[in-house]
C-alpha cells in the first residue's frame, strides 16, 4: 500500500458502519478487528514501499553510476584530444616563432643586399658615365661630314683642302689632320647613303675653328667642292663626331614631343632650350633627359 492510500484505508468494522435498527434484518455476526492485526498490514505495506523504493533508488543510483563512468571516459578522451591538441598548437607556437626569427633574418639579410645593390648600381653608373665621357673625349678632335658622295679612287685630303678652302680656314694638311677616313653607317647594308667622313685634327682648338666655320656654309652641296653628276646636288653637313650614346641621346632631345624649340651640339655637348627666355639645359645622360618634360 503507498503512503498516498493509506489515509482512505479503513478497517472491516469501521467500514460497517453502525448497525441501523432494523428489526426485520438478521443478526449479522459483528466482525471484531484486533489492533494487532491493523498493526500487521500496515507493517507489510510500508514494508513493500521501502522495498519498492528501495529498488528505484538502487536502479537510479546505477543508472546515476553507469553515467559518471561514461561521463567520466568522455571528458578522459576529451582531456586526451585537448592535451594533444595544446602539444600540438605549443608546436606550431615554436614553428611560428622559428619562422618569424628566420623571415626576420632573411628581411635584414634582404636590406643589406638591397643596399649592396644600390651602391653597386651607383657604382655602375659612374663608371659607364665615366665610360661614355672617355668615349666621347677621343672624338673630341674629329669632326663628322655627311652627304658628301663616294667615289672610287678619292682622296679625302685634297677633299678636307677644298673644303677649308671653301669657307676660308687656314689648314696644314700634315701638322694639323691626324687622319680622315670614311666609317661605315650602321642597319645601312644596302649604302642608300654615303658614309660619313671623320676627319681627325691633332688640335681640338683648331679642330673647333674649322669646324665653326663649316658650319656657317648654309646650303652646302657637293657641287660646291667639285663633284659633278647626278651626286651633285647632295646636301653636305658638318657636326662633332659623337658617341654613339651621344647620338641616341641626342635624337631623344629632338622629339618633337619633348616641346623644345631648341636642340644643338656644341664642343660635343648637347644642349636643349625651350625659348629664348629660357635656361639651357644640358644633357649628358638619360637621367638629364627627365629635366626636359
Known sequence: MLPMNKIKWKCPSCKSGKKKDNKNSPNTPRLECSSSQSQSMINIDANAIMEHFDGRFSALQ??????????????????????????????????????????????EEN???KQDLDHIRSKVRDISDCNDRNDQWVRR?????????EKKGENLLSLVKSLAQKCNFIINIDSDV??????????DADNKTPKPIILKMHSRYKKDDFL???????????????????????KIFF???????????????????????????????????RSDQSPIIHITSERSLNKIV
Open 62 to 107: 546505477s543508472a546515476i553510476d553507469s553515467l559518471k563512468s561514461d561521463v567520466n571516459d568522455k571528458l578522459t578522451g576529451l582531456s586526451a584530444t585537448v592535451n594533444s591538441w595544446e602539444t600540438k598548437m605549443n608546436g606550431f607556437a615554436s614553428l611560428i616563432a622559428l619562422l618569424n626569427e628566420q623571415i626576420s633574418d632573411l628581411k
Open 111 to 113: 636590406d643589406k643586399l
Open 141 to 149: 678632335s674629329n669632326i663628322q661630314i655627311n652627304g658628301v658622295p
Open 178 to 187: 691626324d687622319f680622315v677616313t670614311r666609317v661605315a653607317v650602321k642597319n
Open 212 to 234: 665653326s666655320l663649316l658650319r656657317k656654309l648654309k646650303n652646302c652641296t657637293a657641287s660646291d667642292i667639285g663633284i659633278t653628276g647626278a651626286q651633285s646636288g647632295y
Open 239 to 273: 657636326n662633332d663626331h659623337l658617341s654613339a650614346k651621344n647620338k641616341h641621346l641626342l635624337k631623344q632631345a629632338k622629339a618633337k614631343e619633348k616641346g623644345y624649340v631648341y636642340c644643338w651640339v656644341r664642343n660635343c655637348s648637347i644642349m636643349v632650350r
